[in-house]
């Protein structure tokens, strides 16, 4: 059974001003899938989520959700089509309460987590929603992140280092997340640099080293062969 591409990217290049920083990047997922994106700090890992959400200024290449060619089309289009972005930085408004900032994006498109359904999976946020976000934990706020973004409706969603600093009983608990993200249909792409924790969640790897692809590995792959991997991580 052929599993549905969900995103294609193809000779993606990117730019921060003069800087060319990725230099042809390939990767594609399906429906249901989990692939992670690996490399050092610096890679361009990163850049290349802001490049498929469409937030990076200059790029140039081919970026189709679903067959459709998004290379040209403002982060607003782009998120209506289903692509939801949970930023290394979080994007949490401190000054807001838990409960105003799940509620402050807009339903995008059928399907999303009925809220429910998303205190079921961050219990902690059910007890905080008269908390600021600016008083929540790390972890805390990673939920919220996470939770904001899948109430909309987006079942395409790009995860910047979502276990960065946290605990690992946090850790496990987005663990999880993924997990249910996949079996309720979601593509995740994961930026990550907790080897073990990626490789336990993700169905595919790509490493990037300076804006390019360099290497793939399925979950078998990546298990035999850890210690190619952890060479290009260096660790």
């Known amino acids: 059974m052929t599993t549905e591409q969900v995103l294609h ?3 993606l290049h990117g730019w921060y001003g003069e800087s060319h920083v990725l230099h042809g990047i390939d990767f594609s997922a399906g429906r249901g899938e989990v692939v992670a994106l690996l490399g050092r700090n610096g890679a361009g890992k990163s850049t290349t989520l802001r490049a498929i959400i469409g937030i990076l200024a200059r790029r140039k290449g081919s970026i189709r959700v679903r067959g459709q060619e998004t290379i040209d089309l403002p982060a607003r289009e782009i998120g209506r089509m289903g692509v ?17 900032n799940l ?3 807009p339903i995008l498109r059928p399907g999303g987590f009925a809220l429910d359904e998303i205190y079921q999976m961050f219990p902690n946020l059910k007890t905080r929603l008269s908390s600021p976000g600016g ?16 109430r909309t409706g987006a079942d395409c969603l790009l995860l910047d280092e979502p276990t960065e600093g946290l605990a ?8 999880r997340t993924v997990e249910l993200l996949k079996e309720r249909g979601c593509t995740v792409i994961l930026v990550e640099q907790n080897l073990k924790f990626a490789t336990k969640v993700a169905d595919r790897h790509y490493v990037i080293e300076q804006g390019r692809v360099v290497d793939e590995f399925d979950r078998a792959g990546a298990t035999e062969h850890s210690g190619r991997l952890r060479g290009y991580l260096g660790v």
Do not use: C, H, K, W
Not at 88 to 94: C, D, M, N
Not at 138 to 147: F, S
Not at 168 to 175: E, L, R, W
């Open 168 to 175: 690992p009983v946090i850790v496990a608990q987005i663990g």
């Open 84 to 100: 939801g972005y949970v930023p290394e930085e979080r994007g949490i408004f401190g000054t807001l309460t838990v409960r105003e």
């Open 9 to 11: 990217v193809r000779d």
């Open 103 to 105: 509620l402050l994006p």
């Open 135 to 150: 008083r929540l934990s790390g972890g805390e706020q990673q939920m919220l992140a996470i939770a904001r973004i899948i």
